[in-house]
């Protein structure tokens, strides 16, 4: 009996050891299955910061937009350790997405057409080629799904996905892909995803958040491209505007000629950085002296090329001597072929003989106004006339007519654009006529210059300080 008790107590404690021992060797596994995920999840961490330090740089660089797609695609698969990736961008209309950048090994994951999967089995480049140009619509398939939807998503096998349609089946099928939206405060970007052979790699719920956070660092680093990018061009078109400002300054005249037995003055004031009006004087062989004042309707880079078009075919037209109604009308037929249906110019023309003698045409612009210093009234000089550029010629010449007139020693003719009489207050009233009738008269007695300065000063205090939405121009001639 004592025999037979060791022996139990001797199995019971064998027993008892083995199981103590299984119990650590799952311990020990377990902790070392704990290790290695533990440690995967520091190198996963680790190339995580590696990549935003290489994105940070780039940011810094200012690098060109495709080595930034690249460099997102490359560094999401080496984070994620994935075989592939690409990169759809939303194009400017908002409409669709575009692959920025697309990995060599990335399978997929828009919809193939059929002759395209029959060239893929024996020319993978084909495929390529198809993939890198195709665009997908913003809310077609599996990449559109995801951009709409602004959710990171992990699908186990693509081809078994019914979101997936086309051909490319073979092509996709056994493939994992993780993908995430693109995204800045309400801008949605486009859509990052990365691939892998299912049987080689599983996206974990670490793996999902961490892609989370990529995507994220990703669409900071665009939007920060392309706000950089925007700012760039935004100064570049300053400055090109600015150029062209100082040239289109160059050919308005830097000071008043002389005239025999007149006066004159002229101001031209851009509402933008550009003006579509200008005023010139041209001096002529025979001793006469033209003076001009002309508004390009529209405004910005249009109007200012059809101002400086309209400045050097008039200076050649004007030196044949012809009456200022027939240059007009050589302007006309110069600049109607090249000026856009929606666009043309309205001129007076004005001839100051020699003799005293002043002889205009009027191309559809505002009437002329005369103040005669002995009644101290205000006329207006009616001359018909059609503006530049909206008949080839027949009804043009037919309308447009000369005028001859007088102005008496102490007379100013006035010649102004739009954006006097059309400056419009907070209220939306208009400066009008009887303002202009009434500064002319009051500071006539001064001169060209003062009513030049008078009537730029009475439309800012009309103005309250505002810059008026129309360019200002004036041109004032005085008989000594």
Known sequence: MNTFLIVLIVLLLVAVIALLLRANRVKNDALTRLLHEEQAIVEEERRMFSFLHDLGEAIAREDSHMSMYRLIVEGAMKVMESTGGVLYLLDSHGASLVPRYHSDHCVPLADVPERIADMAKSNASALMSFLRLHIIGATEGVIGSIYQNQKVEIIEDLSKDNRVAGFGGHLQANTTVILGPLSFGPKKLGVLAVTAPKGQRSFSPNDFEVFRSLVEQCAFALANAMAHQAASEKKQIEAELK?????????????APTIPGFTIAGKNIPARVLSGDYFDYIPMADGSMGAVIADVSGK?????????????????????????????AAVNRQLYPDIREDMFVTMVYVVIQPDGSLTLARAGHTLPLVWRKQTGKVETLHSGGLAVGIDKGTVFERVTKDLSFQLNPGDCLLLYTDGVNEAL?????????????????????????????GLVSEVDRFLNGKRGHDDITLVVLQRN
Not at 243 to 255: E, F, N
Not at 425 to 431: C, H, I, Q, R, T
């Open 425 to 453: 207050d907070a209220k939306g009233l208009e400066f009008g006529e009887e303002r202009i009738h009434a500064t002319l008269s009051s500071l006539a007695i001064q001169g060209p210059q003062a009513i030049v300065d």
């Open 300 to 328: 910005g880079t249009a109007a200012a090329i059809i101002t400086a078009m309209c400045r050097s075919v008039l200076r050649f037209s004007a030196q044949a001597g012809a009456s200022p109604a027939a240059t007009l």
């Open 243 to 255: 150029s062209a400002s100082d040239i289109q300054t160059i050919l308005l005249p830097d000071k």
